[in-house]
């Protein structure tokens, strides 16, 4: 069973799901604070403006869970508005089937879902930068930043941040199509788990990601 399901990270606390497969919505925890990368700007105050969307080729090719980042809550481009992603697998206990991201306690990368996947562009791009922190943090516990991240851009300008990433097969100026295969799925910078953090913007104004679900399986 695959396929896509959002969660929304409201910021008095209250997850608001929805449910794009027929299970039960689990909800993963990320750190809510800003990805510390090198030269981010300030968004525009998304607020007080309206909020427009970017569709998005699918990140991974097997289920995955996005909880999203409320408009304001995070201040900077790459951030405001972005979803911090995670895959997810269907585990029989006693009979009965419940969505989750890791096995065993999770205290090591090896035991989440995601940890080392394939991670896929979002658009046909081409790479503005590639920076990598070769720290590998460990579950639970906070890294310090700058995370690992691929810059992708649009060629009407659009951007995407993806953050978190590990073993890059990217380099700048390479051309990209969604769905191609960039990077892995790491835990660097300011995380605790193993996962992607995508962000989409043009000029200032943060963009709400809308997965194309023909992406999706």
Known sequence: MVGLRAVVFAP???????HMKFHNAILCVFALAP??????EEASDSRNRAIASIEAHAIFDET???SQHPAGQLRSV????????????MIDTDGRLF??????????????????KPMLSPCDCSVLAVRVNPVTNEPGKHGQPP????????????????????????????????????????NNGYGRSPHIHIGAWKDKDALQIRWDLKTTK
């Open 35 to 40: 990805l510390h990368l090198h030269a981010q």
């Open 12 to 18: 008095d606390n209250h997850y608001w799901t929805s």
């Open 99 to 116: 969505p989750r991201t890791f096995q065993n306690d999770g205290y090591r990368n090896e035991d989440w879902y995601g940890w080392d």
């Open 147 to 186: 995370a690992s991240f691929i810059l992708l851009m649009r060629a009407d300008g659009t951007k995407f941040l993806l953050a978190h990433v590990k073993d890059p097969t990217v380099t700048k100026d390479q051309r990209v199509s969604a769905g191609e295969v960039i990077a892995k799925v790491g």
């Open 78 to 89: 790459g951030d405001d508005l972005g979803q911090d992603c995670v895959i997810e697998k």
């Open 64 to 66: 995955f869970t996005c």
